[in-house]
């Protein structure tokens, strides 16, 4: 069977978590294959929500297997926590779940290490988490980190000390204070906790799932345009979060892949640093924030917003290869008189159709107007229902990326979705 990939195809915060939710039901098997605790993916479902930081977003579904992949970092603290917090919900998460060996694991001193870097940098902070993402997947390419695996071996407490040492000595270039002790004892809890799941070698059992005829939907976190390689280096995160990341993310040859879904919103957001050339200063960012609620379901800072940009959304459907578009939180641009959508850029006084190399460059978008359709989409349950107005912005966006949009969300519910 194949491997589907739902992933962002923005600066992240697209609504991946209800998507994979909402599609979970039709797959039985979800898979995390890159980021950490640096997701936030927000689920809303029979009045209850959660946001869901490293267990896939599948686990509330009663037959899905749920696999969190080796390009996965996993903060034990956090995964401890939020677990309890699923078991509550009476979901039975160790038998829906299954842990990568490979996993690396983020360490009380990778937050402080991660502090310490984004306070030197000033002015030209990156806008980091402060999860300890970085400096995990710097450990791990430096091939220095620790990995879930390593927790089963007998020599584990050596190993964690002699990394701990190590970045001890590092923080000694940074005039930081910290306490090499923070956290310590809870992470080590933490570790005791993690053992009593199922930590397995991940890349077989995917491949042996495929093998058996079960599709496998793999969640991406972040977004397209936050890849390390692809994205708007150097304020991005520290992993691929584009579809190839999937591959290398769980061990599965491009062969498999099948449907790949991008997920967007009908605007923008951003969180943190960085360029974003459709940003809006006014009030009506103003009113796109407190409609949308754009706050980071993870750090709970405001997050940027801005008008869409078809630039760069064709530059993420090219990278990705997307098959299928979902349009999120369309709602949200309910009460506008005019939606505007950037369909190309002013760069030195030219017009350009392509993203540009440097991030410092000054961008101008040029826009496309299109009437606001004024009327209340959360209601609606079936495309027929939808205004027209809405349906020729839909219909646009369609014909300029050569995608057609087979979700659209229209509020934050499982139910508030409509499946063309």
Same mark, same amino acid.
């Given at each position: ?84 917090? *699923? %078991?509550?919900?009476?979901?039975? @998460?160790? #038998?829906? +779940?299954?842990?990568? !060996? =490979? ?95 199922? *930590? %397995?070698?991940?890349?077989?059992? @995917?491949? #042996?799932? +495929?093998?058996?005829? !079960? =599709? ?205």
């Amino acid at each position: 069977m194949t491997l589907d990939v739902v992933l962002g195809l923005q600066w992240g915060d697209e609504g991946k978590g209800k998507i994979v939710d909402v599609l979970a039901d039709t797959y039985p098997v979800i898979a995390r294959f890159q980021g950490g605790p640096n997701a936030g993916h927000s689920l809303h479902f029979e009045g209850n929500k959660i946001v869901l930081h490293t267990v896939p977003s599948g686990v509330f579904r009663q037959n899905a297997t749920n696999i969190i992949g080796n390009g996965v970092v996993l903060d034990p603290i956090i995964f401890k926590k939020e677990c309890e917090t *699923i %078991v509550k919900m009476g979901v039975p @998460v160790r #038998e829906r +779940l299954a842990i990568s !060996k =490979k996993t690396h694991l983020i360490l009380p001193t990778h937050r402080i290490i991660d502090a310490a870097q984004e306070g030197a940098k000033g002015a030209s902070k990156i806008g980091s988490t402060l999860k300890g993402i970085a400096p995990t997947y710097e450990d791990k390419i430096g091939r220095n980190g620790l990995r879930i695996g390593d927790i089963l071996a007998p020599d584990f407490i050596s190993k964690y000390n002699a990394l701990k040492e190590k970045h001890i000595a590092y923080l000694k270039q940074y005039d930081f204070e910290y306490d090499p002790m923070q956290d310590e004892a809870e992470w080590l809890e933490a570790v005791e906790y993690l053992r009593s799941f199922n *930590i %397995v070698d991940s890349e077989y059992l @995917v491949n #042996e799932l +495929l093998g058996s005829g !079960k =599709k496998v939907l793999a969640e991406g976190a972040q977004g397209t345009m936050l890849d390390v390689d692809f994205g708007s280096y150097p304020f991005v995160t520290s992993s691929s979060t584009i579809c190839a990341g999937a591959c290398t993310g769980l061990g599965v040859s491009p062969k498999h892949v099948g449907r790949v879904y991008g997920i967007f919103k009908a605007y923008c957001t951003r969180v943190g640093s960085g360029p974003f050339p459709t940003e809006i200063f006014d009030e009506t960012g103003e009113e796109i924030r407190r409609r949308g609620f754009e706050f980071g379901a993870t750090t709970g800072r405001p997050r940027r917003t801005g008008w869409l940009d078809l630039v760069a959304l064709k530059y993420a459907i090219m990278i990705n290869g997307v098959t299928d578009l979902i349009m999120m939180k369309s709602d949200v641009l309910d009460t506008f008189d005019t939606i505007k959508v950037a369909t190309s850029y002013i760069v030195d006084g030219k017009n350009h159709s392509q993203m540009p190399y440097g991030v410092d460059a000054e961008v101008t978008p040029v826009y496309r107007e299109f009437p606001g359709w004024k009327r209340d989409l959360s209601k609606a349950r079936k495309e027929e229902e939808l205004p027209s107005e809405f349906l020729s912005y839909v219909k646009f966006i369609e014909q300029e990326t050569g995608v057609s949009i087979k979700i659209i969300s229209i509020g934050p519910d499982r139910d508030q979705t409509i499946i063309r």
